[in-house]
Nanobody, 115 residues
Framework: QVQLVESGGGLVQPGGSLRLSCAASAITFITYTMTWYRQAPGKERELVARISNDGVSRTYADSVKGRFTISRDNTKNTVYLQMNSLSPEDTAVYFC????????WGQGTQVTVSS
């Protein structure tokens, strides 16, 4: 059974940092494009960052460019999202997505930025 398990969310003060992880199982991870999405209360889910299967190509939402970094370790079947200079506008549930022929979602991890 395919599983994507996010971790690393929590409560952080404005200006702080968090590192999210998403561990995948039961997929050939190296073939999958991995994407982080987020959904804030009352808003639609939006793409945050995407990384190609080989890690060469990375895409970011304009709102996170220069603050967030997506990376992956294909030996650990894990994708990461390093989030720096967090602001309250980054508060959301963050979801991990894996896409190749099929598409899979994690259950999400809550990130709350508040003083």
């Amino acid at each position: 059974q395919v599983q994507l398990v996010e971790s690393g969310g929590g409560l952080v003060q404005p200006g702080g940092s968090l590192r999210l992880s998403c561990a995948a199982s039961a997929i050939t991870f190296i073939t999958y494009t991995m994407t982080w999405y987020r959904q804030a209360p009352g808003k639609e889910r939006e793409l945050v960052a995407r990384i190609s299967n080989d890690g060469v190509s990375r895409t970011y939402a304009d709102s996170v460019k220069g603050r967030f970094t997506i990376s992956r370790d294909n030996t650990k079947n894990t994708v990461y999202l390093q989030m720096n200079s967090l602001s309250p506008e980054d508060t959301a549930v963050y979801f991990c997505n894996a896409r190749f022929i099929a598409e899979y979602w994690g259950q999400g991890t809550q990130v709350t930025v508040s003083s």
